[in-house]
Structures are given as C-alpha cells and as structure tokens.
C-alpha cells in the first residue's frame, strides 16, 4: 500500500451508530495493517475509551486522543505528548455549567473525573466504554486535565457554542458530536497530532490516509495526503476532505480500504 500511517476516527466512522465495530470493517483495517501500514485510532474520546476499539481490531499501537490533546502508546500506556488546560482558563466554562445544570467531564489522558452522574450520563458512557471517576467540585480541576467534554441535547449545545463564540481565553471549542462539545488548548488538534505522529515516523504526509465524519476531523483530512470523509459527515468536513466513501453504517470504511487494497495487489 502506499500510505505508511491510516488514521481512523472512531464514533461516526470506524463504528456504526449502534456503536459497533462490523467484522467487514474489522477485517479490512486489519488486513491494511498486515499490508504495513500503521493503524492510529484519531479520535475525540479518552485513551481507556478508545482502547477497547483497538483491542477489538485486534490492534495496539499509537492512539490520538482528546481530539488530539493526547497521544498515548496502547501497549505501555505511555503518554507520548499532551497539551494541558490551566485551571484559571476553564474556571469560567465550568462555572458556566455549573450554573445551568450542563453535564461536563474533566478529562485527562487515561482518566475522566465528573461531579455528578445522571442516568443518562450513565448510560452515554458506558456505550463509550468510559469509567467516570466521581470527583467534588471544590477540588477544582484535576492535574494535567486536557480536555473539558460537554454532553446535552444537541438544540443545548448549539445554545452553548453561540455564547462560547465569543470567549477568548486561550482555549478552543470543539464541536465534536451532535450531544458533545469539548474545550482544549487552541495548539491541540488531530491534525496537528497527526502532523507531529507522521513527523516522527519519517512519513511524508503523502503518505498518510485519513478518514472521518465531524468537524474535529477536518485538521487530520486537511493534513493527510488523503483525506476521506464519510457520507454522513456534515457538509464542511466533506468540502475539507479528498473524497466521500458511504456512511459508517454501510462500513464506508471498509469501502475505502477494500479498494486500496485491491489497487495495491
């Protein structure tokens, strides 16, 4: 094959919206791996959340996480790299949700600390394979927290990005889902994570695929030599990537490495 690095989104991509990981899919990412190429999971959820994917692949490896505020080893769970939020910056967004009763997570690289649990909240992280750590809100915001993960009802959050537009503070706001919002130092993105991953490998960016669905992806898809977006992708990351494969519950991503692999042989 001629791309030495794939980089994967997870939810919206890689798995359906059943949250599952389709043995087609499966197979041909671990049939590209077997080809050579260096699979890295790129995606906007937590190391412990995005680890039981790559150990279904049956993978391990470098993963990007925290919308790439983090890059971890999969086997050692050694933190390659991680932009880090200074307490005084996130103080006003917690506030902000405190306030109104906005569910937040503080995230760091391998944990994910809340205040409170809802039912709701229960059930949307156990889906994610995610183990909150219940934290008081008087201790403030944990040591090397990354990332700040906002979940609602997605007409909440529209609500929310529109106040947050305006902010400035050193910190960026990501939409990274329909019912997320996530906050993280304006320097951290999968693309530039990316660009540092391919940097250190020696790969040339011509040489690196990636594939994703939502606007955190459009970094990786403007920094690959091609970048594919998925069918239901919003209309801005399709216009920032290569080319458009079917959806993630037509296993687009096993449509775009099936035909790599059949060009390749």
Not at 27 to 44: F, Q, S, W, Y
Not at 61 to 74: K, L, P, Q, R, Y
Not at 212 to 217: F, L, M, T
């Amino acid at each position: 094959m001629n791309y030495r690095i794939i980089a994967l989104d997870v939810d919206g991509t890689l798995i359906n919206d059943d949250h599952e990981l389709t043995p087609r899919v499966r197979g041909a990412v671990r049939a590209a791996a077997a080809r050579g190429a260096e699979i890295v999971l790129c995606t906007g959820r937590g190391s412990t959340s995005a680890l039981p994917v790559l150990e279904e692949l049956g993978l391990s490896g470098t993963m990007i996480t925290h919308n790439g505020a983090s890059t971890v080893d999969s086997g050692t769970r050694r933190i390659l790299h991680e932009t880090v939020i200074e307490a005084e910056a996130a103080s006003r967004y917690l506030a902000y949700c405190r306030e109104r009763g906005i569910h937040f997570d503080m995230n760091t690289a391998f944990d994910l600390y809340v205040e409170k649990l809802t039912e709701e909240s229960e059930k949307m992280y156990g889906r994610m394979f995610a183990r909150p750590i219940v934290r008081e809100a008087e201790r403030g915001l944990p040591e090397q927290t990354v990332k700040l993960s906002i979940f609602a009802a997605k007409e909440a959050l529209d609500a929310v990005q529109r106040d947050w537009a305006a902010w400035e503070d050193g910190l960026q706001v990501v939409r990274s889902g329909d019912f997320f919002i996530d906050v993280q130092p304006h320097h951290a993105s999968k693309g530039a994570a990316l660009e540092r991953l391919a940097g250190l490998r020696g790969v040339p960016r011509e040489q690196v695929l990636a594939i994703g669905n939502y606007y955190n992806d459009i970094g990786m898809l403007e920094f690959a030599g091609f970048g594919v977006a998925m069918a239901n992708s919003p209309e801005e990351v399709k216009r920032a990537a290569d080319a458009v494969t079917v959806s993630n519950n037509e296993d687009g991503v096993a449509v775009v490495l099936e035909e790599l692999l059949a060009v390749a042989k």
